[in-house]
């Protein structure tokens, strides 16, 4: 297989100086040399991408991830390091590819399709076919100032799709689309993939990088982490989200203890000793699809609350609800309370995919004022050794039968 | 972190496999045919100039694109549209005619035509340095998302002011061909003409000069944008065009500023306004400059591309930075 783009030990620092104006380096002349902060956005990045892969880049805001896509498409230069490439390479970055805004989308088309490389005469010819795909024919002769976010990224992505580049570079661009043109783009992705030309992402939809990307790439504050199978680099980069949410949570069940010194009147419910369990009491974080689980905690109430229910939520981490009950949509009566009562659920199986959790609790009287929440208190975590997609773990059995020709039977 | 990198790594590699098991076979070939070439290399700081304006050439495309941009652009949306490139040159004529021949009473044939000959190039000239000077702040948004050799800009900016320079050269022809039949003024077809191509040439290189320079400049310092205006407008009354050249060179002489007189004379735009006075202002010739043009024009068309290489080299330096600091 063939190197087409070879990344080798790059690093790039860029330094934060904002003052440009003379009033400002006048006023400033000293501080800024003080206050010049240089940082280092890429460190040692060592990549070799074999033409036909389709990679991902994934990793937080600030990880460093565009400056690298920019990096391989030439608009930065690394400050140590080089990037070398093969064959003709076309940018979706950002919103946009480059238009500029006074000139209509034809005259946009063709500016582009320059950029890239293209004569006149082949632009003519790729012509009707970018128009077709982008389907924006009645606005090409509006500027494209006026075109929406939608519009701007249809004929970005049309264009450089369309003039036959050897490598694409694709910066979180096809969210803007509607659902229909992604479809659309990720085919056209996936017949370039097939055509052996070489894709690189950035996006943080990571679902997208484990459907299209053979290869991922995870960046944590321009270092690289990891470099391999999808599934792997999507578990690492849930796992640090999950430290986040882990601190928040912390955060949340502080506040939720310290809540009781000067809590309003009107809140006269608590929420404590927040437990996520193998259902049988035990405290438990990592479950395999099909685990029994369960959540316990402690409410507290001062007053006297007859008509009271406990909910419960589970999110994913893209903050999808995965689960939400409560004890008075399962019609269940609850004994009045008054002081502490320790609450259990428990649930026979957890049909959830690979993937970090939140749980949110919360308990209130079914008509009254009374109430208490506890937002993301525990994570959990769901490991699977088969990937699947969406949010519900299914279990499938798969038989491939014959198909039996119907016999003519002569009447 | 690196064991886990290298134990999975395989398991990513599989699926890419599949996937050109049933990719066409030419492609892998063409694209392996293709030369692995360094993205923005590093160039020697002597010879680069030599590369970068092959990867220039490489782009005449775009250049061709950017320039009707930039004319398109510059009056869209404007009724006149590109009417407006004349009405600048013509009221600067109109004003400095009124001002000097009916105010200050000059006497001199034909004034319209001086400085109308000279206020051209010196239009484009301010055109190229002037627009130059904003070409790459003002294009960021091409400039971050796409990559190309970046002195496309500030070429582009040098190619539509042609276009304008161009037109006001009609003009001009035009404002002769009315003088030389409706006024008693002679107008001569002198071997001068031929001076006009090199005068260009000189305005061209040094411009083009100034222009890389500035614009890569005003990048890292905003403010050149602002004091490039006031400059020019000052260079404005140090070149020739409202004032015949005779007259500074006598009162130097009666002053006997002898050095002051050669510093005045060495400026490149000076030559080339005399020049092109004395191409095209053929009605009183004992008001143009009577020096050899030939030989300094080739002088400073020689000094300009030395300048010209020079600032191209300090653009090459600074453009890698571009893209983060807009």
Partial sequence: ??????????????????????????????????????????????????????????????????????????????????????????????????????????????????????SRADTDKYFDAIVDFSGIEEFLDTQVKFYSSGMYVRLA????????????????????????FQRKCLEKI?????????????????????????????????VMQYDGAPTQAIRMIRDTWNEAAEVEAEAAAARAESAPAGAPTYTPMRISDVVITDGDGNPKDTFKPGDRFGVECTVTSDKR???????????????????????????LELDPIEGSRRVAFSYGSIPLVDGGYHVSLAAHG??????????????????????????VRMPAQVEVRPVETPSLTVR | MAT??????????????????????????????????????????????????????????????????????????????????????????????????????????????????????????????GGCTGSIVGNGGLLKKTYFPREIFPLAVVGAALVNFLLQMVVLFAAIGVTAVFTENSVVLSSDLALVPLALLVCLIWGLALGLFLAAATVYFRDLQHLIEIVLLALFWLVPIVYP??????????????????????????????????????????????????????????IGLGVLWLAQRYFARAQGDFAQEL
């Fill in chain 1, 157 to 180: 992505f049309a264009v450089a799709v369309h003039v036959d580049p050897e490598i694409l570079l694709i910066d979180e661009v096809l969210s803007v689309g509607d659902e229909a």
């Fill in chain 1, 366 to 391: 079914v008509n009254g004022p009374h109430y208490a929440r506890v937002a993301r208190i525990k994570n959990f975590k769901i490991v699977d050794s088969e990937w699947q997609d969406g949010l």
């Fill in chain 2, 245 to 302: 050249v005779v007259l500074p060179i006598n009162n130097f002489a009666k002053t006997g500023h002898d050095f002051l007189l050669q510093v005045y004379l060495a400026n490149p735009m000076l030559n080339v306004v005399a020049a092109f006075q004395r191409a095209f202002y053929t009605m009183a010739p004992q008001y143009t400059f009577g020096g050899n043009l030939w030989g300094r024009l080739a002088v400073l068309a020689l």
């Fill in chain 2, 4 to 129: 886990s990198s290298t134990h999975t790594r395989g398991s990513g590699g599989e699926l890419p496999a599949s996937f050109l098991e049933d990719a066409p076979q030419t492609r892998v070939e063409a694209v392996e045919a293709l030369p692995m070439e360094r993205v923005n290399p590093p160039r020697a700081f002597f010879r680069g100039a030599l590369s970068d304006v092959g990867d220039i050439l490489k782009f005449r495309e775009l250049l061709n694109q950017l320039v009707r941009k930039e004319l398109k652009v510059k009056y869209k949306d404007s009724v006149l549209g590109f009417f407006w490139t004349l009405v600048r040159p013509m009221t600067q004529l109109i004003i400095y005619y009124l001002a000097f021949t009916i105010f200050l009473g000059n006497q001199q044939p034909a004034y319209a035509i001086f400085i109308f000959s000279g206020l051209v190039v010196w239009g484009l000239f301010t055109d190229i340095v």
């Fill in chain 1, 1 to 118: 297989m063939t190197t087409v783009i070879r990344v080798s030990d790059v690093s790039k620092k860029f330094s934060l100086n904002a003052n440009k104006s003379l009033k400002e380096r006048l006023v400033n002349a000293r501080s800024t040399q003080q206050h010049k902060t240089e940082f280092w956005a890429l460190r040692n990045i060592d990549l070799e991408i074999a033409s036909g892969t389709s990679l991902g880049l994934i990793g937080h805001n600030g990880s460093g991830k565009s400056t690298l896509l920019k990096v391989i498409g030439g608009i930065l230069s690394p400050t140590e390091g080089l990037v070398e490439r093969r064959g003709r390479l076309a940018a979706l970055l950002e919103l946009g590819a480059g238009f500029h805004g006074d000139l209509t989308g034809r005259e946009n088309v063709y500016l582009n399709a320059s950029i890239l490389g293209l």
């Fill in chain 1, 305 to 331: 609350v007859s008509d009271w229910a406990v909910g419960i939520k589970i999110e994913n981490h893209m903050d999808q609800n995965c689960y939400a009950s409560n004890t008075h949509l399962m019609n």
């Fill in chain 1, 190 to 222: 996936r017949s370039f993939m097939r055509e052996g030309r070489t894709i690189v992402f950035v996006t943080h939809a990571l679902d997208l990088v484990r459907d299209l990307c053979a290869r991922a790439v995870l960046l944590d504050h321009g």
